[in-house]
Nanobody, 115 residues
Framework: QVQLVESGGGLVQAGGSLRPSCAAF????????VSWYRQAPGKQRDLVATITTRGTTNYSDSVKGRFTISRDNAKNTVYLQMNSLKPEDTGVYYC?????????WGQGTQVSVSS
């Protein structure tokens, strides 16, 4: 199986940047894709960005041009570079990995953006 550990969240003012990471452990070769989701208080979990094992990336319209998903294969880690942060970006950011047709989740990391 695969285990995911998110880190790198924090509190920033609007316009600031953060770069949370998602480290994967276990059978890395079984991962089909890795995505970042976020969940604001009282709301559903929404997809933010995805990267496949082939390197293809996709972004939600709300973050396109501001966020960049990338990976470091040597470290088995996926990053989410978040620039020009807005208060509406606030939420818990979760890393999800598609593994053998099952979406595995990390514990999440809190991102708070103040105005």
């Amino acid at each position: 199986q695969v285990q995911l550990v998110e880190s790198g969240g924090g509190l920033v003012q609007a316009g600031g940047s953060l770069r949370p990471s998602c480290a994967a452990f276990g059978r890395i070769s079984s991962i089909n894709s890795v995505s970042w989701y976020r969940q604001a208080p009282g709301k559903q979990r929404d997809l933010v960005a995805t990267i496949t094992t082939r390197g293809t990336t996709n972004y939600s319209d709300s973050v396109k041009g501001r966020f960049t998903i990338s990976r470091d294969n040597a470290k088995n880690t996926v990053y989410l570079q978040m620039n020009s942060l807005k208060p509406e970006d606030t939420g818990v950011y979760y890393c999800g990995a598609l593994v053998n047709w099952v979406l595995e989740w990390g514990q999440g990391t809190q991102v708070s953006v103040s105005s």
